[in-house]
């Protein structure tokens, strides 16, 4: 066969490849390169049929590969020598169709791209000032789709018919729009309106925009519709507004996001670096949480956007909307779900009004359905690690490629926090958006729709259901309910599973677990676990000597109880007496103390937890740095402030010479004598650090997994970035996936893989 022989191919491309304006990309080359042949949409990918040379082909697939839009990703791309058919003389694009199991992956949500953003400003374009422009490289996707594959027909536009201008863009394959499913203008699109706490309208389109940004100004509340749900906005230099957002929203002490209009605007505000830059300029635009300039240039933020924390978390304008809202605002903004406190994101404005009543003075609403809700991402950097805190827009839902294929569809229900849910289908493993704490009848309502949401787009059928082990989360009680096969997975061990699939690690591996709270095999609480892998096998090496946590669920809230517990088992019932004038215990009565004295002596309302997210709560109440925590994670965000490098390290801290109990009573015993509140936080760093080190060291082989809420914190994960680029011993942490119990629902779905 010679190179120049003309052939016939059948070229398969999997991954993000839909919506994202991949056919007229195709379109393109095979033009320039004169291919003649065809390319459409199938429920796994793109497929495209070509007639071309060995040569020819290899450079249209190299071009394919490196030259593919921006926000497309694509996973696989193979191509065989097919039988000679018809195809067409010039290059063409088929209608998509789908007849084939659907593994395709959903494209998340994307931020308004540059070239929109130029025409939306541009007084000769059609689309000037339109809140709704978009193309194939941004604007809605997951949260429009009903169904697949990405067409009009099955996205909440369906209902908006495109005008003959709009018609021209979508059919013409040169063209940006060409297939933008979204596309629309002021004649054919969605409307914008401002609603009163009537709601009445007052005001459409760009209009309704001048009166939202006018009200905000004047220190109102404003209900913004967005991609993924409702933002309550307001003027974050504004302190009234501020102090009026946060009573409306029940949500006290837990720093807010500011949205800022582009980087200019907030360079003036946070020192933030190219990388950090980058990301939020990205079409996925996360929250970030960045260090905070002191002194500003402009109008200061209100303190109470992010009290006595040294981080803030910033986006950027990343709808149409949004950027023109802020164009004329001009300031930054408060920009915060709509909800009350934890509940899910508000999607619609008859729940808007029904659930935040009087949250708001106006509703800047549209009638552009949002069918599946998704809540901002949050990330952050650990020195140059990035940390993902929340997995939604822009990021979710995720799918996994994997080596193996799973025997059966595995839905994993996640834990009872921060729960996100996973499918196992075939060889791909989907993660869904952040959904939430599911304590709440309205969380349960939007861990049901995610879980209906995405098996339909994914059309699976779960023949197998994973869970944690808590008898009472309450995904672990819907599992049991569903008369499918069902599967526990250990907290921990999940945990450290997702962190296996993400990276593609097979190999046996040392892994440390530490966060708040999980379920053990023991029936108590666990959270500090030193693991050792071996495919889906988990063997536990170390953790620390129990706390009682004094009133159960309380403590968890005020780290005095948790500091209480550690005095008692430290010095005995005679705490109560030598350390009565410890800011720990200071603010009970003496009859309090005597009532957790009992609780801590008979066990009661006091259940054993090996927790490390305790032992932050503990330090941070030693020290006379918090009792009583408002919001999951503060102690953590409050000794990260206070962390000093050059404190020496005395160790403190000894692996035991038996059994598997890291003993920290000598640690404690330190801080409660010190009386430099730095130095006695940098040192729990380091011992920390230090015992994560001499682990590691009995193990040196082995690959090191550190995963659970506590490693989001960027003090310590800087730490062991540094330790482990010297050791050399190689560190995993989570990628895409948070730390936190967000990546439970992955590792359950993995442990299914595993152990089939
Ligand atoms: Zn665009
Ligand atoms: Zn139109």
Redesign the pocket.
């Known amino acids: 066969m010679s190179a120049k022989q003309k052939l016939y191919w059948h070229i398969e491309i999997n991954g993000i490849v839909q919506g994202v304006g991949f056919r007229p990309f195709v379109y393109r080359i095979a033009r320039q390169m004169n291919l003649p042949g065809t390319v459409r949409n199938n429920s796994a990918g793109v497929e495209i049929q070509v007639c071309g040379s060995n040569d020819d082909i290899n450079v249209f697939c190299e071009r394919i590969r490196t030259e593919a839009p921006r926000v497309s990703r694509i996973e696989t791309l193979t191509a065989t020598i097919t039988a000679p058919c018809n195809l067409p003389e010039s290059f063409t694009i088929d209608a998509s169709h789908g007849t084939a199991p659907p593994l395709t992956s959903i494209s998340p949500d994307l931020a308004i791209c540059h070239e929109c953003l130029q025409e939306m400003f541009d007084p000769r374009n059609?689309r000037y000032l339109y809140p709704f422009i978009t193309c194939t490289h941004c604007g809605p996707r997951y949260t429009i789709m009903a169904n697949i594959p990405y067409d009009r027909p099955n996205t909440s536009m369906a209902a908006f018919a495109?005008?003959?201008?709009?018609?021209q863009e979508y059919t013409d394959p040169v063209d940006r729009r060409y297939h933008a499913q979204p596309?629309?203008?002021?004649?054919?699109?969605p409307t914008l309106r401002v609603l009163n706490q009537q709601s009445q309208c007052l005001a459409t389109q760009t209009d309704a925009v001048r009166l939202a940004a006018r009200e905000i100004l004047q220190g109102n509340v404003i209900a913004v519709k967005g991609l993924g749900g409702f933002h309550l906005l307001c003027d974050a230099t504004n302190h009234r507004a501020v102090e009026s957002l946060r009573e409306r929203k029940h949500r006290y002490g837990k720093p807010l996001a500011v949205m800022f209009r582009d980087r200019e605007h907030l360079l003036s505000y946070s020192p933030c670096d190219e990388t950090a830059l980058q990301l939020l300029e990205s079409h996925r635009a996360p929250i970030v949480l960045l260090e905070r300039l002191p002194h500003s240039r402009h109008r200061p933020l209100s303190e109470l956007v992010a009290p006595g924390v040294p981080t803030l978390g910033v986006f950027l304008a990343y709808t149409p909307l949004h950027r023109l809202l802020l164009h004329l605002v001009n300031r930054p903004v408060v920009a915060t779900s709509a909800n009350i406190s934890d509940e899910p994101i508000i999607t619609n404005v008859h729940d808007l009004y029904a659930r935040l009543s009087g949250g708001f003075a106006f509703a800047l609403d549209h009638d552009r359905p949002i069918l599946n809700g998704c809540d901002d991402s949050v990330m952050t950097f650990a020195g140059t690690r990035p940390l993902m805190l929340r997995s939604g827009r822009g990021y979710a839902p995720v799918s996994f490629p994997l080596e193996h294929s799973f025997r059966q569809h595995v839905l994993a229900t996640g834990p009872q926090q921060k729960v996100t849910i996973a499918l196992g289908i075939e060889d791909q493993l989907v993660v869904s958006p952040h959904i939430g704490d599911l304590e709440s009848p309205e969380s349960l309502q939007f861990f049901s729709e995610t879980r209906k949401t995405l098996c339909r787009l994914y059309q699976s059928e779960p023949e197998r259901l994973q869970h944690d082990l808590h008898p009472r989360y309450m995904t672990t009680q819907w599992a049991l309910q569903q008369g499918v096969h069902c599967h526990g997975v250990q907290h921990h061990h999940a945990h450290a599973l997702a962190v296996m699939m993400e990276h593609g690690l097979h190999e046996p591996a040392l892994a440390f677990v530490w966060d708040g709270t999980g379920y053990g095999t023991d029936n108590t609480l666990w959270g500090a676990e030193t693991l050792l892998l071996h495919g889906a096998s988990c063997e536990r090496l170390y953790t620390i000597h129990p706390l009682r946590l004094l009133g159960g669920e309380a403590a968890v809230r005020e780290p005095r109880r948790i500091a209480l517990a550690c005095l008692l088992q430290m010095y005995g019932p005679d705490a109560l007496r030598t350390c009565r004038h410890h800011p720990a215990l200071r603010s009970y009565s003496d009859a309090e103390l005597q009532i957790l004295l009992s609780a801590w002596q008979k066990g009661v309302n006091a259940p054993l937890s090996t927790s490390v997210g305790r032992l932050f709560d503990a330090v941070a109440s030693l020290c006379g740095i918090c009792q009583k925590a408002d919001y999951e994670g503060q102690t953590g965000l409050l000794l990260e402030a206070l962390f000093d490098p050059s404190v020496p390290y005395p160790p403190l801290v000894s692996l035991p010479a038996a059994g598997h109990r890291i003993d920290y009573r000598e640690l404690f015993n330190y801080i409660l004598l010190g009386s430099d509140v730095r130095q006695s936080v940098s040192v729990f760093f380091r011992a920390l650090v230090h015992t994560i080190e001499q682990i590691s060291q009995q193990h040196p082989q082995l690959p090191v997994i550190c995963t659970g809420g506590v490693f989001q914190n960027r003090v310590l994960v800087k730490l062991l970035d540094e330790y482990f680029q010297c050791s050399g011993q190689r560190l995993y942490m989570p990628v895409v996936l948070p730390p936190n119990d967000a990546s439970i629902a992955a590792g359950q779905a993995y442990a299914a893989l595993l152990s089939s």
């Not at 495109?162 to 018609?167: A, E, K, Q, V």
């Open positions: 059609r495109m005008c003959d201008d709009c018609r596309v629309s203008c002021f004649h054919c699109g």
